[in-house]
């Protein structure tokens, strides 16, 4: 859970692979994108951030996240 949202206890990651559909201000990690707001795989790269980063949460280490506009 992303902490300090101003209006929100919190962001929570899960899989969705339509935004509109699926999210009401979530994160969903995607393995592409495949059109504004829709990716595909989001169960699987969702799978991959888990084993990359809640470990490091276990340990009370702290993550940071980058979110950058994709190179076209």
């Known amino acids: 859970m992303v902490k300090d949202v101003p209006g929100r206890s919190g962001i929570l990651f899960h899989p969705a692979n339509n935004a509109l559909r699926e999210l009401r201000g979530c994160i969903a ?14 169960r699987k790269a969702s799978e ?23 190179a076209i």
């Open 29 to 42: 990690p995607v393995c592409l994108l495949s059109a504004p707001g829709v990716g595909m795989n989001s």
């Open 48 to 70: 991959r951030f888990e084993k990359l980063v809640f470990g490091n949460l276990r340990e009370d280490e702290n993550v940071y996240l980058t979110i950058q506009k994709a």
